[in-house]
């Protein structure tokens, strides 16, 4: 059974870095394009970050502004997202996904397999 389980989230002041991770199993990473997404509440889920099946390209949405860093280890089946310089609006639940689709994707739609998604709260 395709599981992905997204860990990392936390609770920190505004300025701090977390760094989260995206663990697949029963899924090779390397086969698909793998994205982060997000949703605060009251909102829709948005785009993030998405990598290609090699790495790359990378794309990133524009409130990112060169703060998040997506990277992936097809040897472990582990993506990550690192986040810096981290602020109150960045406040969601995110979500890691895997796309089977050409491409890199940046609707949710596109995507066909979703993890649980961690919480990240970031106080001012």
């Known amino acids: 059974q395709v599981q992905l389980v997204e860990s990392g989230g936390g609770l920190v002041q505004a300025g701090a870095s977390l760094k989260l991770s995206c663990a697949a199993t029963?899924?090779?990473?390397?086969?698909?394009?793998m994205g982060w997404f997000r949703q605060a509440p009251g909102e829709e889920r948005e785009f993030v970050a998405v990598?290609?099946?090699?790495?790359?390209?990378?794309y990133y949405a524009d409130f990112v502004e060169g703060r998040f860093t997506i990277s992936k280890d097809d040897a472990r089946d582990t993506m990550y997202l690192q986040m810096n310089n981290l602020k109150p609006e960045d406040t969601a639940v995110y979500f890691c996904?895997?796309?089977?689709?050409?491409?890199?994707?940046?609707?949710?739609?596109?995507?066909?397999?979703w993890g649980q998604g961690t919480q990240v709260t970031v106080s001012s």
């Open positions: 996904a895997a796309s089977m689709r050409i491409g890199v994707r940046r609707s949710p739609n596109d995507y066909d397999f």
């Open positions: 029963e899924l090779a990473i390397s086969a698909y394009g």
């Open positions: 990598t290609g099946r090699s790495g790359d390209p990378t």
